[in-house]
């Protein structure tokens, strides 16, 4: 499974951002796909995951401001961010885990994308 990730960039404290995940090779509509994010010298972070049935799971720092879904379809996942804070600055990552339970666990996850840089200025 290869998965690109796009939609980071600049935006103020306030905003919002929308990032979408390719992805190719296998199909991966039965398989809970979720968004991490890491800063320099942490370790990745849970953002929120969905699993094949559309079950949704978020971490508490996002809920409320953050929407995830896919598009079977499309093979591609989504992250629609809003209300953005600098403290939402990272590189977020996409990841499918080739399982069925959906997992906040880093380690639990298969397949990653690269990430794409989401930057929030205050």
């Known amino acids: 499974v290869q998965l690109q990730a796009s939609g980071g960039g600049l935006v103020q404290a306030g905003g919002s951002l929308r990032l979408s995940c390719l992805a190719s090779?296998?199909?991966?509509?039965?398989?809970?796909m979720a968004w991490f994010r890491q800063t320099p010298g942490e370790e990745r972070e849970f953002v929120a995951v969905?699993?094949?049935?559309?079950?949704?799971y978020y971490s508490d720092s996002v809920k409320g401001r953050f929407a995830i879904s896919r598009d079977s379809a499309k093979s591609t996942l989504y992250l629609q961010m809003k209300n953005l804070t600098p403290e939402d600055t990272a590189v977020y990552f996409c990841?499918?885990?080739?399982?069925?339970?959906?997992?906040?666990?880093?380690?639990?996850?298969?397949?990653w994308g690269r990430g794409t840089l989401v930057t929030v200025s205050s």
């Open positions: 990841a499918v885990d080739l399982a069925i339970v959906p997992s906040t666990q880093a380690s639990e996850y298969d397949f």
């Open positions: 090779g296998r199909t991966v509509s039965r398989y809970p």
């Open positions: 969905v699993s094949g049935s559309d079950y949704k």
